[in-house]
C-alpha cells in the first residue's frame, strides 16, 4: 500500500472523526434544547456500558477460577474501591491493570 493511500485513509478517518464529535454541538448548541428521552439516555447509558463491560470481562471466569478467575474478580475489586476511595477514573484504571498483571503472575506461579 503506498504512503499516499495510507495518509488519505488517515484524513478520511480524521474527518469523519471530527464530524461525530462536532454533530451533538451542532444540533443542540445554542438556545435549542436536548430532547427529554436523550437526556434520560445520557444519564442512564454510562451505567449500562460499565455493567456490559464488566459481564464481557468476567465471562471466561468460570473455565480457570484459580488462574482466570481469581485475578479478574479481584481487578474488578480493586478498580471499584479504589474509584469509591480517590473518585478519578485514571487513578482506578491504572490501579487495577497493576493489580491484575500482579494478581496474573501470582497465579501463574500456582
Known sequence: MSTERILIMIAVSALCTFFLRALPFL????SQ?????????????????MAVLIVYCLKDVGSDVVHIGLPKIAAVVIVALSYK???NTLVSIAVGTAGYMILLRVAAML
Open 27 to 30: 444540533a443542540f448548541g445554542g
Open 33 to 49: 434544547k436536548m430532547p427529554d428521552w436523550l437526556d434520560r439516555l445520557g444519564k442512564t447509558l454510562p451505567s449500562a456500558i
Open 85 to 87: 476511595w480517590k473518585h
